[in-house]
T-cell receptor
Framework: QKEVEQDPGPLSVPEGAIVSLNCTYS??????FMWYRQYSRKGPELLMY????GNKEDGRFTAQVDKSSKYISLFIRDSQPSDSATYLC????????????FGTGTQLKVEL | GAVVSQHPSWVICKSGTSVKIECRSL??????MFWYRQFPKQSLMLMAT?????????EQGVEKDKFLINHASLTLSTLTVTSAHPEDSSFYIC?????????????FGNGTRLTVT
């Protein structure tokens, strides 16, 4: 079993839809959770960074962490074609600067 | 915002040659940089942690003599793939921690696509 499980997709939604992306994990010691967006042939771009359980909102993006269920989510409101990318969840034990464990990424396509 | 720059963005080399990839932090100092490898449709796998002024720390299964890492300054780390073979063809991405706190998030460069023929 992988430490972090993420549905690879592809996930196709119409423009304006609310997108829900999820990851589950097995190591309860993970404390910091991140979401990265990766466009084709580019490096990952940090979108959201959260600590422990709870919600965090930034513009159209909302990150949720439920440590009791070992489940994290990223919601994208009013999705745009420019949101089409691969979304990677990542987590670490003691902080974002230490070893990150990544999910495989979910490929999202927002269609006009 | 923080910027991590990688060069070259892509390179094609012949089997048996060596390739050097540079990773620079442009507007901040990075005592620690990380090198990842990503195969098509797979996630990022940490190869090694590059520490300024000391030896790199390699992940299990990564050959340190094949993937030479040098972190000579607070803004530059290099990864040299020595005696490259076709199976080394991959997307190599560096990252750096912005800020000194252990919980500072990582920012990534745009990656280097290596093709070994």
């Amino acid at each position: 079993q992988k430490e972090v499980e993420q549905d690879p997709g592809p996930l196709s939604v119409p423009e304006g839809a609310i997108v829900s992306l999820n990851c589950t994990y097995s190591n309860s010691a993970f404390q910091y959770f991140m979401w990265y967006r990766q466009y084709s042939r580019k490096g990952p771009e940090l979108l959201m960074y959260t600590y422990s359980s709870g919600n965090k909102e930034d513009g159209r993006f909302t990150a949720q962490v439920d440590k009791s269920s070992k489940y994290i989510s990223l919601f994208i409101r009013d999705s745009q074609p420019s949101d089409s990318a691969t979304y990677l969840c990542a987590m670490t034990l003691t902080g974002g600067g230490n070893k990150l464990t990544f999910g495989t990424g979910t490929q999202l396509k927002v269609e006009l | 915002g923080a910027v991590v720059s990688q060069h070259p963005s892509w390179v094609i080399c012949k089997s048996g040659t060596s390739v050097k990839i540079e990773c620079r932090s442009l507007d901040f100092q990075a005592t620690t940089m990380f090198w990842y490898r990503q195969f098509p449709k797979q996630s990022l796998m940490l190869m090694a942690t590059s520490n300024e002024g000391s030896k790199a720390t390699y992940e299990q299964g990564v050959e340190k003599d094949k993937f030479l890492i040098n972190h000579a300054s607070l803004t530059l780390s290099t990864l040299t793939v020595t005696s490259a073979h076709p199976e080394d063809s991959s997307f190599y991405i560096c990252s750096a921690r912005v800020g000194q706190a252990a919980n500072s998030p990582l920012h990534f460069g745009n990656g280097t696509r290596l093709t070994v023929t």
